[in-house]
Nanobody
Framework: QVHLVESGGGSVQAGGSLRLTCVVS????????MGWFRQAPGKEHKRVAV???????GYADSVKGRFIISKDNTKNTLYLRMTSLKREDTAVYYC???????????????WGQGTQVTVSS
């Protein structure tokens, strides 16, 4: 019923920028936390940034100061603006939603299909 669709990934050189977009369709509880996760090659999923229902945001230390999460409630769209990209940012990026913001992947019940971000040096 709820679908999250990411877009905006691609290949960029180190230092470049990308903006990821997650479009939500179907009903999603307004109190849900939304966030971005990523899975680098050979690694497990890690939380990148979250946008809580009250507008509070949180970021992984590795992306603080470089990534900005935002949400357009009128369009049911979540964004991730990524700047100063590094090779270690290379990963599949996933949009997700859950009843509360946490570090536990299991707390996020809805996931998009992922979009590949590749940063070359």
């Amino acid at each position: 019923q709820v679908h999250l669709v990411e877009s905006g990934g691609g290949s960029v050189q180190a230092g470049g920028s990308l903006r990821l977009t997650c479009v939500v369709s179907g009903y999603l509880w307004s109190k849900y936390c939304m966030g971005w996760f990523r899975q680098a090659p050979g690694k497990e999923h890690k939380r990148v940034a979250v946008f809580d229902s009250d507008g509070t945001t949180g970021y992984a230390d590795s992306v603080k100061g470089r990534f900005i999460i935002s949400k357009d409630n009128t369009k049911n769209t979540l964004y991730l603006r990524m700047t100063s990209l590094k090779r270690e940012d290379t990963a599949v990026y996933y949009c997700a939603a859950g009843p509360q913001c946490s570090d536990a992947l299991a707390d996020f019940g809805y996931w998009g299909q992922g979009t590949q971000v590749t940063v070359s040096s």
